[in-house]
């Protein structure tokens, strides 16, 4: 398995403009988190689903960022529009049984810089 | 609520020289306390959790719910040990990750 895909791996973008992240978790987990990471405030919980149903959005920054999981294999994370603010490393994660194990597998991220 | 603390963004010691990646925690029942790391150019991946109680690449973590701290240690330091290492927090739902700490192991 290549593990957790993201795509793009790296998107530069005008503010104002929409900007689409994706993400392939493993093949046969069931739960996917969506990160955001920067240099002030580290990593931080967007939203996670389990079994395609969006659980925990309370992480999410305000009405401009929005996510799907339209089935098990794919997800996005959609913000619109953008904002000097939103540049940093989104990363997907996936795991087992809503991460109880504490386990996340996370993918290589993407790098957003809106300029 | 439930929150992680990593006092220092960046430790820099020489190699052979022990570390000590400091973690506090709050968090009000029983946590669940994890540390993942993140080498240049890879992936961020699960090094140790607390109820394994194993060492991993020599690296140790004792969970001390009086001081709440998860304090990650390794008594003599490689230069491959140089990564960004995250304590994490699973407590209600889902986990929570501190800041992180730059970790920089000189030859």
């Known amino acids: 398995d290549a593990g957790v895909i993201q795509s793009p791996r790296h998107e530069v973008t005008e503010m104002g403009q929409e900007v689409t992240l994706r993400c392939k978790p493993i093949?046969?987990?069931?739960?996917l988190f969506w990160y955001r990471q920067t240099m002030m405030r580290g990593l931080e919980l967007l939203i996670y689903f389990n079994n395609n149903v969006p659980i925990d959005d309370s992480g999410m920054p305000e009405d401009r960022f929005s996510a799907k999981m339209p089935n098990a294999s794919f997800s996005t994370l959609k913000i619109q529009p953008s904002e000097p603010r939103d540049s940093a490393v989104y990363f997907c994660?996936?795991?087992?049984?809503?991460?109880?194990?504490?386990?996340?597998?996370f993918g290589e991220g993407s790098r957003l810089t809106v300029l | 609520a439930q929150r992680v603390t990593q006092p220092e963004k960046l430790l820099s010691v020489f190699k052979g020289a022990p570390v000590e990646l400091k973690c506090n925690y709050s968090y009000s029942g029983s946590p669940e306390l994890f540390w993942y790391v993140q080498y240049s150019r890879q992936r961020l991946q699960l090094l140790l959790r607390h109820i394994s109680r194993e060492s991993i690449k020599g690296f140790t973590a004792d969970l001390n719910k009086g001081e709440t701290s998860f304090h990650l240690k390794k008594p003599f330091a490689q230069e491959e040990d140089s990564a960004m290492y995250y304590c994490?927090?699973?407590?209600?739902?889902?986990?929570?990750f501190g800041k992180g700490t730059m970790l920089l192991v000189s030859p």
């Open positions: 093949s046969g987990h069931n739960s």
């Open positions: 994490a927090l699973r407590g209600y739902s889902t986990l929570t």
């Open positions: 994660a996936s795991s087992l049984g809503g991460g109880r194990s504490g386990e996340l597998f």
